[in-house]
């Protein structure tokens, strides 16, 4: 069972504009979540985090938005700039130590 | 160094011929954790490892499949009479002492059986 979706699985956009990467979960008790970008032949990288008990988290370009209630999250990026293009996952966690990761959206942002 | 390594990179096995991924984690990291990354799909969990003791492994498709971290560092993930759904990268991820700190991933073992 796939409790982690990211129904779409690829996004384009034209640099400068704002790129918005979607992820819905099943499981009530996940409370922590994250996203990661993985560029070809490299491991996922972190880019930023959100707790439960928050509805929003930025740092610089990226910000996270988390609706608990809708079981829904997202990732803002803005602008968005031709090195941000890569494969984006989300991920989630319930305390415990596994994470559940989505199939990933894959970013190009155009020049 | 800095980041997680692994070890090899690309590992091309025949069918039935017996696998072994080394896992390097970033030094002084707790928790060690094992994914399974298909073609495009998500990693998926494997098993995890606190210090050298193997809290979960619920995420290991078969027998087949066996991971070690015998002094709570180093680990490695062994697939025995590798199968051509083994095909995969294989992804090691390691995480400092609090629940909710970030798992950094290292760059992956692309596995081929064929």
């Known amino acids: 069972d796939q409790q982690v979706k990211q129904n779409s699985p690829s996004l384009s956009v034209q640099e400068g504009r704002i790129s918005i990467l979607n992820c819905d979960y099943t499981?009530?008790?996940?409370?922590?979540f994250l996203w990661y970008k993985k560029y070809p032949a490299e491991g996922p990288t972190f880019l930023i985090s959100i707790s439960s008990i928050k509805d929003k988290n930025e740092d610089g370009r990226f910000t996270v938005f988390l609706n608990k209630s809708a079981k829904h999250l997202s990732l803002h990026i803005v602008p968005s700039q031709p090195g941000d293009s890569a494969v984006y996952f989300c991920a989630a966690s319930d305390l415990g130590n596994d994470m559940r990761f989505g199939a990933g959206t894959r970013l190009t942002v155009k020049p | 160094g800095a980041g997680v390594s692994q070890s090899p990179r690309y590992k091309v096995a025949k069918r039935g011929q017996d696998v072994a991924l080394r896992c390097d984690p970033i030094s002084g990291h707790v928790s060690l954790f094992w994914y399974q990354q298909a073609l495009g799909q998500g990693p998926e969990f494997l098993t995890y490892f606190q210090n050298e003791a193997q809290l979960d492994k619920s995420g290991l498709p078969s027998d087949r499949f066996f991971a070690e971290r015998p002094e709570g560092s180093v680990s490695t993930l062994k697939i025995q009479r590798t199968q051509q759904e083994d095909s995969a990268v294989y992804l090691c991820a390691s995480r400092g002492g609090a629940i909710q700190e970030t798992q950094y991933f290292g760059p992956g073992t692309r596995l081929l059986v064929l």
């Open positions: 499981n009530s008790m996940f409370d922590y």
